[in-house]
């Protein structure tokens, strides 16, 4: 069975400054997806970023970019020019990419990292 | 439309009522789930069903029981509850692109106190 570690409860940025977020995955698969969600205080899931383990070049959307590292299975979250409206917790998933012709597969999340941003 | 729309927003039932939550989306998804989700921990998966069909039920007991009427419709009827239910359901679904890629689009909750 697949398992997403994060590491960090919670940690804090000041606005405009630069935070990294941790997560590491256990798993046999060599074909998967890893994703980020954000959810603010509404709670709605929001997806933040998602990256192909079979692509080598590290996703970005914006100021949200990862370090993905196949090997150590590890993919961190950076989160540049922090804004307000970053604080949220964040999760970081793991999702099979076996999951076979229109099935669809589980995600697995991380124990979630408390974001707080200070103005 | 990509929204995943959720009904209702809060739900209060004691452990004997017969309640049902709604979630609805008009993206074309063929795929929809629900996950159970406690204060500051991450969501569980409960159930997901493919092409209206239940495909995973992640050992839910029998008073949670989900049924897909059409493509679009996913509901959760529940039952004789316990108060360590009470939490947030959310509700997704999901599309395959060409590339086999797979986003998730999630509502945004129903959250579910039983007394």
């Known amino acids: 069975a697949q398992t997403v570690t994060q590491s960090q409860p919670e940690m804090s940025v000041q606005e405009a400054e630069t935070v990294t977020l941790s997560c590491t995955y256990d798993?046999?698969?060599?074909?998967?997806?890893l994703f980020w969600y954000k959810q603010p205080p509404s709670r709605q899931m929001i997806l933040v970023i998602r990256q192909e383990a079979y692509k080598q070049q590290n996703a970005t959307e914006n100021r949200f970019s990862v370090n993905f590292q196949k090997a150590a299975k590890s993919f961190s979250l950076k989160i540049s020019d922090s804004q307000l409206g970053d604080a949220a917790m964040y999760f970081c998933?793991?999702?099979?990419?076996?999951?076979?012709?229109?099935?669809?597969?589980?995600?697995?999340f991380g124990q979630g990292t408390i974001l707080t941003v200070h103005p | 439309d990509t929204e995943v729309t959720q009904t209702p927003k809060h739900l209060v039932m004691g452990m004997t009522n017969k309640k049902s939550l709604k979630c609805e989306q008009h993206?074309?998804?063929?795929?929809m789930y629900w996950y159970k989700q406690k204060a500051k921990k991450p969501p569980e998966l409960m159930f997901v069903?493919?092409?209206?069909?239940?495909?995973i039920n992640e050992s839910v007991p029998s008073r949670f029981s989900p049924e897909c009427p059409n493509s679009s419709l996913l509901n959760l009827h529940l039952h004789a509850l316990q108060p360590e239910d009470s939490a947030l359901y959310l509700c997704?679904?999901?599309?395959?692109?060409?590339?086999?890629?797979?986003?998730?689009?999630f509502g945004s909750g129903t959250q579910l106190s039983v007394l």
């Open positions: 998933a793991y999702r099979s990419a076996y999951a076979g012709g229109t099935s669809y597969g589980k995600l697995t």
């Open positions: 798993t046999s698969e060599s074909d998967y997806y």
């Open positions: 993206m074309g998804h063929r795929a």
């Open positions: 997704a679904s999901s599309q395959k692109d060409r590339g086999s890629r797979e986003k998730l689009f």
């Open positions: 069903y493919s092409y209206e069909k239940l495909s």
